[in-house]
């Protein structure tokens, strides 16, 4: 017997995420909600055998008693309009929008840190490939007073949501690697790649690293780091060995002797989007973490 | 202020880029009294706009493009309150700097706003033209890497810019990998098809800079981009001393000195720079593979750094169709370079 599922927004995302739920063996999908009865998306749930209702997030909160969680693929604006309501239904919210209304979950460093919270949220794509491995530079080192993300997609794989407000990317992938990450200071650049065929999603991190670090441990970690993530998004790997390269390095966090390259690449499983969408597959995945996470939690001290 | 500069009738307007496409050049390194003396040269010669911030917009300054010597909006700060008749403007690319950064620079006396996109990305600019706008800036559309993409796709672009409110629209040929006749292809479809005034940015890494503009300005285009001594990303831009001299001896009226153009460029702006801008292997690479100008001095550092060669680095990013912004990409194929290096010596 899993939690009771719905997946609302039957976009790229939410199609995705509906067949990787189906597989679950903890989150039993009931219904993917929309707003179009004409759309693909739910046209796809139908063929699927799920319910779907285009009656948008008030369908939701009409059948509150038999939905346990629902997975938010729609928009910040939408969520940040129902997510009280949600809350108050009972009913657990994993937000993949920007939203970020409850707090912000990179499953390999703070999985089980917020498994009661009524909402939580998904960062963004390059925040759960790139956290992480500024966390496993982190913990290998006394402090990490700079890290710095870019992240690569293809034009493709960029949704409209992400085109109209690139500020809100690079914001709050900024503040997970300094909240999550445990970096002092951080910045944030997202890149669209328009070539053909689209490329496969690539990830660097920065990460300025302080006299006297042991570079040995910090390689180390990172690629203990990387086998963890490929766990649950198995397209997940290092294109290149990390390298730890001289400087000086004059950062915002201070000057550095050395820093850190990590050259990430995220390949998507393929469930419904093409697999060079690694952004949207990582978000996908994690987000499905996530929810088994939070249902073993409360099946664990029944409510 | 005179009054006979500010009624000249131009021909096209000038926008000197030499404290923000020439940081490429000299890898983020301006100092306030550099910026100042720049500044003070430009605006006696006329020059009506002058672009200041880091290389890589507001914002660049990081891992992946460089870290600024000193913070870009203490430098816009004293190019502001230098500048006695010249427009200050500022470069954003989308994804790099944010909105917030245009308000900040607004309230130090910035009057232009140039929003740049790869020239397949317009729609990422909405917001960032939008803001500006609300700023009261002018705001320009740029479209970088223009020979990525086709005349007709690049008026598809445009026309997105221009519906957010962009005052003007250019093209970048970032890569300098553009002929003559591209150049006109280009510029002779956005000028029949756009209401507003049309931009070309050069490159010099084919020699063709200077030729480039004054094709540009035949097809229409009423802006121009520049840089003393053609300080810049790759081979460099096109050299405004030179522009103005050739605008000269064509009777193009630029409203700019060029001789006192020669003397900036002669007596500021060569003594500050660490290698003058020639077109070397490296530099013709960039435009022969179409490659992004401000990768060169990033690919001869890791060249070095792995023993691999720097024309190899380049050549390689071309294949991949890397973007303006993909520095990293330069690390990534250096290694995978040296690692094929060493795999042929074991065998």
């Known amino acids: ?303 | 202020m005179s009054t006979q500069t500010s009624t000249q009738r131009v021909d096209y307007r000038l926008i000197d880029s030499t404290l923000r496409d020439g940081s490429h050049a000299i890898s983020h390194q301006y100092e306030p009294e550099e910026v100042i003396a720049i500044v003070r040269g430009l605006d006696a010669a006329g020059v009506q706009v002058i672009e200041i911030a880091h290389g890589d917009g507001l914002g660049g300054s990081s891992f992946n493009y460089g870290f600024s010597k000193v913070d870009e909006k203490e430098l816009i700060a004293r190019a502001c309150d230098e500048a006695k008749n010249a427009t200050i403007a500022c470069l954003l690319l989308p994804g790099i700097g944010l909105a917030d950064d245009l308000k900040d620079v607004r309230e130090l006396g910035v009057g232009m706003a140039r929003i740049a996109t790869h020239c397949t990305e317009a729609d990422i600019s909405e917001q960032h033209i939008k803001t500006a706008k609300e700023l009261g800036m002018e705001t320009i559309g740029f479209m970088m890497m223009a020979h990525m993409n086709s005349p007709q796709g690049l008026v598809e672009q445009a026309l997105l810019m221009q519906s957010y409110g962009a005052d003007a629209i250019y093209i970048a040929d970032s890569a300098g990998a553009m002929t003559t006749e591209d150049v006109r292809r280009r510029v002779n479809a956005l000028v029949e098809a756009l209401e507003v005034p049309v931009g070309v940015h050069a490159h010099n890494n084919l020699s063709m800079a200077v030729a480039n503009s004054i094709a540009a300005y035949e097809e229409g285009a009423a802006n121009l981009d520049g840089t003393s001594a053609g300080l810049g990303a790759g081979a460099g831009n096109c050299p405004t001393e030179i522009l103005a001299a050739v605008s000269n001896k064509y009777g193009i009226t630029t409203g700019v000195d060029a001789l006192k153009l020669m003397d900036v460029a002669e007596e500021v702006v060569r003594p500050m720079m660490p290698r003058q801008q020639v077109i070397d292997r490296a530099g013709l690479i960039l435009g022969y593979a179409g490659v992004y100008g401000s990768f060169l001095l990033h690919a001869q550092r890791a060249a070095e750094r792995y023993n691999v060669s720097q024309a190899d680095i380049l050549m390689e990013l071309g294949r991949r169709q890397v973007v303006g912004g993909q520095e990293d990409m330069i690390i990534d194929v250096a290694l995978e370079l040296a690692r094929e290096h060493a795999e042929q010596e074991d065998k």
């Open chain 1, 1 to 303: 017997m899993g939690k009771k599922c719905a997946i609302i927004g039957s976009g790229n995302i939410g199609s995705d995420l509906m067949y990787k739920m189906l597989r679950s063996d903890v989150l039993d999908l009931v219904a993917v909600v929309g707003i179009d009865p004409a759309s693909d998306g739910l046209t796809r749930a139908r063929e699927a055998g799920l319910d779907a209702p285009h009656t948008g997030p008030d369908w939701v909160l009409e059948n509150a008693d038999d939905i346990d969680m629902v997975f938010d693929a729609t928009s910040a604006y939408v969520h940040v309009r129902y997510y009280k309501r949600y809350a108050e239904a009972g009913i657990t919210a994993i937000d993949l929008t920007p939203a970020a209304r409850g707090p912000k979950v990179i499953p390999p460093v703070n999985l089980y840190d917020h498994l009661d919270a009524p909402n939580i949220n998904m960062v963004t794509c390059g925040g759960q490939a790139t956290t992480p491995m500024v966390y496993a530079i982190r913990r290998a080192i006394d402090s990490l007073p700079y890290a710095e993300m870019v992240s690569t997609v293809s034009s493709k794989s960029a949704g409209p949501g992400t085109r109209q407000n690139i500020d809100e990317f690079t914001k709050t992938t900024s503040t997970a690697l300094r909240e999550i990450g445990g970096a002092e200071h951080s910045k944030a650049i997202i890149v669209l790649n328009p070539a053909e065929p689209p490329i496969l999603m690539r990830n660097t991190v920065f990460a300025g690293l302080p006299e006297g670090s042991d570079h040995t441990a910090v390689l180390d970690s990172i690629h203990e780091m990387a086998a963890e993530v490929s766990k649950y998004v198995p397209g997940y790997r290092l294109k290149n060995p990390p390298v730890v390269e001289e400087g000086p390095f004059f950062t915002p966090g201070g000057e550095v002797p050395h820093r850190a390259v990590v050259l990430l690449e995220v390949e998507g499983a393929g469930d419904y989007l093409p697999t060079y969408a690694g952004n949207l597959d990582i978000m996908t995945a994690a987000a499905m973490r996530v929810g088994e996470a939070v249902a073993h939690a409360q099946q664990e001290v029944p409510a």
